[in-house]
Each structure stands twice: as C-alpha cells, then as structure tokens.
C-alpha cells in the first residue's frame, strides 16, 4: 500500500507506478489546495498557482468549513497499461469528488460521498475506492475534492489490486470478530440479566447495543448495508446512536455505582448530562448535522470524564466492583481521545487514532461485563450480610449450615453449632439508647470473629442472637471454644457496664440428629438452660437432656 502523505520538496517526479505500490511509503508530489468559500471549479484549480504541500501531520483537517483539493500525479513508464486503485479510508466525508483524465482530452469525473446514494460509488464497498488508470509511457494528474459538515479527514492510499484484496480480507475478519464478540457479550449478558433481574443489566444491554450500532454507522457498514439509499438518514443516525450511547452509558454507570446516594451532586451532574445527550438526539430531527457533530463530539469527551470521576469515588470508597468498571472505561477513554484529537486535526489518521477507540469499546464491552458479574456476587454478598453488624445474616446461616450439615451426615464428620445471646441487652438498650446499643451488638460481633477459626461461620441470627457454625468440631471443642467467647466478651470493655454472653451448643457427635432443626433446636434450648441458670454461661445441649430425664 503507498500512503499520500507530504512532501518537503517541491518539484518531486510524480509517482510511477510501474512497481510494487505496496512496499512505497511517500508520493513526492502531493499538494492540497484550500477553498474557504467552496467556489472553485475544476478548471480555476488546474489554472491555480496556491497548490502546496499537505500539512506535515497528513491531510487530516479536522473540523472546518472550507473545501479542499488535492493534487498528485502517476507514471507509468512501463509497456503496458496499469490500473491502480485510491482509497479514502475514512467514510463519514459528506461529498468527495474525483476528477480523472479519460484519455481523450476531458475528464472522467465521479460525485460520491455519504450525502450520496451508496449506488454512487465506483465500487462497492464502505470506504471510498476510486480505479484509476494509467496508460502504458505516460503520466496522468489526478485531482480530489473533499468537503464535509464533520472532519475533512482524507487518508488516502494507493493499492494495487492484490494488495488491497488481501488488507480488505485482513478488514473483513477483523470486523467479523468485533461484532461476532458484541453480539456474543449482548446475548450472554441478556441471558443473565433473565436470572438476576438487574436494572444495571438492561442498561448494559441498551449501552452496547446502541454503541454497536454507533461504529456500524462510524465503519461505514450501515450504510453500505443497512440503507444505502437513505444518505440523510445515514448521517442523522451516527448522531442518534450517539446521543443514545451516552444516555444509556450514563444511565448505566449511575445504576452500577448507586451515584444517587453515594455522590448526589455528581449525580444530578450525570442527569444534566442525559438531558443535553437527549436534547442532542430530538436536536438531530431538526437541526443540520455540521451544526450538531461539534457540540455532540464536545459532550462525549465531558460524559466519558464524568463517568471515569463517578468510577473513582466508586472505587476510593472501596466499591469492589469498581475496579473492573475503571479499568473499562480507562481503556476506552484512551482510544476515544485518541480519536477525538484526530477528528479536531491535531493528531494524523492512522490505525491506532482510527480504530484504537474501536478496539478500546469491546475491550471495555467486556471488562464492564466483568464488572457486572461482580456487582452480582456484590449483591448476593449484601443480600447474606447483616447490615448494622457487617458479619453474615440470617439467610446465609440458613444456606451454610444446611450444606455443612449435609456433608457432616454423607462424611460422618463433626458438625457443632452454639447459639450467643447478649444477656439483659433489652435493658441495656432502655437504659443507654438504641445508638448504643448497636455500638454493642457491632462490638460483639466483631469479637466472635476474632474468636473462631477460619472457616468457621459468624452470623447474626436476629436481634441479640448470634449462631455461629463450626464445621468438624465435636462437642468438647465447641465447649471449650464457647467457653473462650464468653470469657472473651466478659473481660473486654465493650461499654462502660459489663456486656455478658450466654451460649448454648449442640454437636453431630453428642446425638445422631435426624435434621439442622433438631441440631439447632438443642443449641438453643441449652442456650435457655444457660439464661435460667443466671447468664454468663455455657451449657451443651447433652447435659441439659440428661437434666431434663433427672427431673422425670
């Protein structure tokens, strides 16, 4: 392939192409010429003497109101005729135009552009492919035309024949895995989305599709075969499916971190922002794209900046699944500045500005779905943990206890429970306050944990109650560790008046229990043994049964 590029020196020998274009880099003579009032014909730039060499970052121009021509010329010194091919690789220009000698002393001339039926182009394809011809021993001028409501970004190339078949090939594939790997991402997310039920799923699913869409519009794909007989609708509709990615992207960072409560400022900032993102979709039923792109591409740049802040806070204030969304969004933010300082002409069209910000999206695309599948394990974790104490609830005792009571009966094993109960907490509370009261309950809490094994399960069941399970305990073990919570608890100033424990226990190994609710039945009634016989004590759940035959 033979990029266009500039040329320090003037006068340069025009490019033969009697040779392999695709190992040259440079054609010498390249010369762009601006038209600020776009008033110039094909005959006043042939005459013009303001023709001079392309800027040294490329012919990319970014955005502009003027109209520009470009100028080279191609020989062929060889005995037989040769056709090359010219390529515009950037396919959102509104009009361009390519003036070539016909060889009878006129011009064949070609009007193409994305404001045109996709039937104008020469050759069937989502960028712009022009066939130019070059007769056996002689040279030709060729001459561009290029203008456009968004970035005049002219990244020409010439290519012969086989070397472009193979880098379209090369194309094809690449764009084969990047929406095979959308769709896939969309699909399997929607699958898990019917499971969970998650609004942050919906607005995933929402985000990426209309982002899918975007590129299909921004590649050119959508034109070429979505509807290629509707130019308007072409351009119109990069700008709804990009006010639709920046509401959805928004909306979905504001479900995923919870922004209303743990950043309201920033969040009524985020709705500020749906709104001008939603103003600039009903805006591009009425208002001309060249106005509308500028603005738009503006409100990109601050939404992706707002949403990276929202993701900080969310990280800083240690939202585990933080940190998949801000590596997502760090990626995608690279190649969207990468892009947006191409398209406002301060950096030159390559394939890292042109496609890195692509690349970036479903690189994001699936770091966010990790992300989900985080904030999902996040949820289950919040819906099993009490939220005053921080130690696991009710339901994941129920859950835990049953999968270790299982396996003790199918291995024999050891299985212990001991249910704690705060002695007098109710009077604690009537006395010094609920306030403190939940200061207590934490405090407990908090010295239970330090108290067991790793492995063993703390749980809130409800109230002042606490069960722990202790799986491959038998009920001498689950005496002396209940004995050493209580001990614990007694000798450490959780208040300034004494806070005392009660623990009941009952073991797999004691008696052959026929389920986990007579296993925790027998705790809790050894725990009420303890209450009786005046707090601050460990019973088991053996000795209160043979009490209780004592007594018959």
Request: charged content about 20%.
């Amino acid at each position: 392939m033979l990029s266009i590029a500039a040329s320090a020196f003037a006068g340069e020998p025009p490019t033969r192409v009697d040779r392999d274009l695709s190992h040259m880099t440079a054609i010498p003579d390249l010369q762009v010429l601006e038209d600020p009032g776009g008033v110039l014909d094909l005959d006043q730039v042939r005459n013009s003497d303001a023709f001079g060499p392309a800027p040294a970052v490329g012919t990319n121009f970014g955005f502009t109101h003027s109209t520009w021509w470009i100028r080279f010329s191609l020989a062929n010194p060889a005995s037989g005729d040769r056709h090359v091919l010219l390529r515009e690789d950037y396919p959102l220009l509104d009009y361009l135009d390519l003036w070539a000698p016909d060889g009878k002393g006129g011009w064949r001339h070609i009007a193409t552009g994305d404001r045109t039926p996709f039937s104008s182009r020469e050759i069937d394809h989502r960028d712009f492919l022009f066939d130019l011809e070059v007769p056996a021993g002689s040279e030709r001028t060729f001459y561009l035309r290029a203008q456009s409501g968004g970035p005049v970004d002219l990244s020409l190339s010439l290519n012969d024949t086989s070397s472009l078949i193979s880098k379209l090939s090369t194309e094809q594939l690449a764009f084969g895995a990047y929406y095979g790997g959308f769709i896939v991402l969309v699909l399997y997310n929607f699958f898990i989305f019917l499971v969970v039920r998650d609004r942050a799923f919906v607005y995933y699913l929402l985000y990426a599709a209309s982002y899918g869409l975007y590129f299909a519009i921004h590649n050119g794909l959508a034109f070429q075969f979505l509807w290629p007989d509707s130019p308007n609708w072409a351009n119109q509709a990069l700008l709804v499916m990009l006010s639709l990615t920046l509401v959805f992207g928004m909306q979905f960072t504001r479900t995923f971190l919870d922004s209303a409560s743990m950043a309201p400022r920033l969040d009524r900032l985020a709705i500020a922002t749906q709104g001008l993102a939603v103003l600039g979709l009903l805006a591009s039923f009425l208002v001309p794209y060249a106005v509308l792109i500028l603005p738009i591409s503006v409100l990109t740049i601050a939404v992706t900046a707002l949403i990276l802040l929202l993701g900080t806070l969310g990280l800083v204030k240690g939202y585990k699944p933080a940190r998949f969304f801000m590596i997502a969004w760090a990626m995608l933010l690279v190649g969207v500045l990468a892009y947006m300082l191409k398209v406002f002409g301060l950096l030159p069209h390559n394939l890292l500005t042109q496609n890195g910000f692509q690349a970036g999206s479903l690189v994001e695309m699936v770091l966010l779905s990790l992300a989900l599948a985080s904030r999902v394990r996040e949820l289950q974790r919040q819906s099993r943990t009490d939220t005053l104490t921080r130690v696991p609830n009710r339901r994941h005792f129920d859950e835990v206890a049953a999968s270790e009571f299982e396996r003790a009966r199918r291995t024999n094993g050891a299985l212990s429970l001991l249910v704690v109960d705060i002695d007098n907490f109710k009077q604690f509370n009537d006395r010094h306050g609920h306030a403190r009261g939940d200061q207590v309950l934490r405090k407990v809490a908090e010295q239970l944990g330090n108290g067991v094994r790793r492995g063993d399960h703390v749980c809130r069941f409800g109230g002042e109650e606490f069960a722990l399970i202790l799986p491959g305990t038998d009920g001498n073990e689950a005496m002396r560790v209940a004995e050493s919570l209580r001990v614990m608890i007694e000798e450490s100033c959780l208040s300034e008046e004494r806070v005392t424990i009660s623990v009941g226990t009952s073991s797999t190994r004691d008696h052959p229990f026929a389920s986990l609710d007579e296993l925790f039945n027998a705790a809790d009634r050894a725990l009420y043994r303890a209450k009786n016989l005046g707090r601050n004590r460990v019973e088991r759940h053996a000795a209160a049964d043979a009490a209780g035959r004592e007594s018959t």
